[in-house]
């Protein structure tokens, strides 16, 4: 059985355990029980009784394409309920191969020192490191591949996350030494506020992954990863555009976020679209690549590194949210202003989301123009500077927007909408008001069903949602990219099975999808516990009265349709 380790920040003690009731549970499905069993719903999300769990994926250390993402869980600063963000990159894989199912960190440290966990096979210790205090995620990550090898799995947090400011991220190490983000929800916070900087994984010839039956078990892997690698989506889409093939589908429809929400489409979407990109990185070349994975083993590989005129990488990897959130929001006309915007906001271990929904939030009132690189470069020095204006940014839209006194703030349980806005794309804004995760589109995104849902109409809304929730939700639990869903889907028991080959368990189609509605009622109670009642289900006013271009659409659900979302 892999173990459970627990890192006490107060008191500087690491311990392991076996939980037997934790066994067969993995990703979201064991952060949130950790959270719901532990942590005490109305605590401080950056106090000291809060705790921060990284947990592995069922299938994580294995074979098996796209698997082994990291979920990261805990309180969130920004919804104040539960939260759980995940990450590609090397992570995941590098702790189930240590034997190390979840990492729990508790406590907080007392000094105001920097910290960072090193976890070997022969030894788990913290280490103080003062020297990477307030550093940037990305020299952070360089730093300490350079100390420990190219190949060791890598977290960190930058100097948002150490300033506690509530918009931050995790920044996760992918196999070419670029940066994937646990994005949402402010967990990066969470890991600052407790003296954590880093926890490295370094890399050894261990491998402590326990299989129910390994040789059966990696046959249907090897099937599953052919599939996934000959789907039409991963060749055609992924490899070329990563997920900004999106971006002119969400335009036409008229949910892409525009000049803060105030329109569903850019005039400017044939400079941003993901063909654009592809074209730019194909015609600049140099350090530029599509088709780029983010984890050991990965057939999608949706990652890019976008160059700028001289060949030379400004930034990896730039997606659709990326593109919607710093671009079409900020009234940007072209991919080279994106992209830079995004090379900072990394940096500094933010989320791209909510920075791109907070400096929108800014422009609306005045504060820069939009389409004004300058400008908006302006506000991100702000909070570089740790001003108080950056310190507000910094903390996400709803503070954004309650301090400069708008009336137009784009969130969800007080978590900055992803790039879908909901009045076009309805069963989006179900999934923003009702989930348990807020204003996000990872918890349910309604957009691939656009042609079986009206995304305008105001029936089946609620069903499509929970519908969602759930399959996405059982990915995240097993520890699955959502894009691997396609030969995931298609057959009934190919997910069961591949679950039991590895686990050892006898799990129904059934038993798979429980998982992650029992994962969401805890969820959900833990979350009315903590305060954040059902009244928390309704999206902000403005979008039910404000009609968006140019579609004409408001958010007009009824109570009862956004309730038939609940699990």
């Known amino acids: 059985m892999q173990k459970i380790l627990r890192v006490n920040m107060t008191t500087g003690n690491i311990a392991t355990e076996e939980r037997e009731e934790y066994q067969f549970l993995g990703g979201r499905a064991l952060s949130s029980r950790v959270i719901y069993d532990e942590v005490e719903p109305t605590c401080e999300p950056l106090g000291k009784k809060n705790k921060l769990v990284f947990a592995t994926g069922l299938l994580s250390g294995t074979i098996a394409s796209s698997a082994s993402r990291l979920s990261i869980g805990g309180k969130s600063p920004l919804t104040n309920g539960i939260k759980e963000a995940n990450s590609g990159g090397t992570a995941g894989a590098r702790l189930s191969r240590l034997g190390i199912q979840a990492v729990v960190l508790e406590g907080k440290s007392k000094a105001d020192d920097c910290y960072v966990l090193i976890l070997s096979k022969d030894e788990f210790r913290l280490e103080k490191m003062s020297s990477l205090k307030y550093e940037g995620t990305y020299r952070t990550s360089t730093l300490l591949r350079k100390e420990y090898g190219s190949k060791a799995g890598i977290i960190c947090v930058g100097p948002a996350g150490e300033r506690g400011l509530r918009g931050s991220a995790v920044a996760v190490m992918d196999p070419h030494g670029e940066l994937k983000f646990a994005a949402r929800g402010g967990l990066g916070a969470v890991m600052g506020s407790k003296g954590l900087k ?42 070329n555009y990563g997920t900004t093939g999106i971006v002119k589908a969400v335009n036409s429809m008229g949910a892409l976020p525009t000049n803060a929400f105030r329109y569903g489409s850019s005039e400017h979407v044939e400079n941003i679209c993901g063909e654009k990109l592809n074209e730019t990185i194909l015609s600049r070349g140099g350090e530029g690549k599509l088709a780029v994975s983010c984890m050991d083993v990965c057939a999608i590989r949706c990652s890019t590194v976008y160059p700028d005129e001289m060949g030379n990488k400004i930034v990896s990897t730039m997606q659709y949210e990326n593109i919607a959130l710093l671009g079409s929001n900020l009234g940007m006309d072209n991919l080279d202003s994106v992209a830079r915007l995004n090379y900072e906001i990394n940096d500094l271990g933010l989320d791209t989301i909510e920075t791109g929904c907070a400096i929108g939030v800014a422009l609306d ?172 289900d309704r999206l902000p006013e403005f979008l039910y009265e404000e009609k968006l271009g140019p579609t004409n659409a408001t958010f007009d659900l009824t109570t009862e349709e956004m309730e038939k979302s609940l699990i």
């Open 198 to 239: 880093a926890i490295v994984m370094e890399d050894t010839e261990n491998d402590l992954v326990e299989y129910g039956d390994r040789d059966k078990f990696n046959e249907i892997a090897k099937k599953f990863n052919k599939k996934l690698a000959n789907d039409p989506k991963t060749r055609d889409v992924y490899h």
């Open 365 to 536: 009132m005045g504060y820069g123009k939009f389409g004004n690189e300058e400008d908006c470069m302006a506000l991100i020095n702000e909070i570089k500077r740790d001003t108080v204006i950056g310190r507000m940014l910094g903390n996400g839209a709803r503070i954004t927007g309650q301090v400069l006194g708008s009336d137009r703030i784009p969130v969800g349980k007080g978590q900055g909408f992803p790039g879908y806005d909901p009045r076009a794309l309805k069963g989006n804004g179900v999934t923003y008001g009702m989930s348990t995760m807020g204003g996000d589109h990872t918890a349910g995104n309604c957009f691939g069903s656009r042609n079986a849902v009206d995304p305008l109409g105001t029936e089946n809304q609620g069903e499509l949602s929970k519908k969602l929730q759930i399959q996405i939700g059982t990915l995240d639990c097993i520890g699955l990219c959502m894009f691997a869903r396609g030969p995931l889907f298609a057959e009934p028991n190919v997910l069961a099975d591949i679950v039991n080959y590895k686990a050892g368990t006898d799990f129904d189609s059934e038993t798979i999808w429980s998982i992650a509605e029992e994962t969401i009622k805890l969820e959900r109670e833990f979350n009315i516990k903590s305060g954040v009642s059902p009244a928390e």
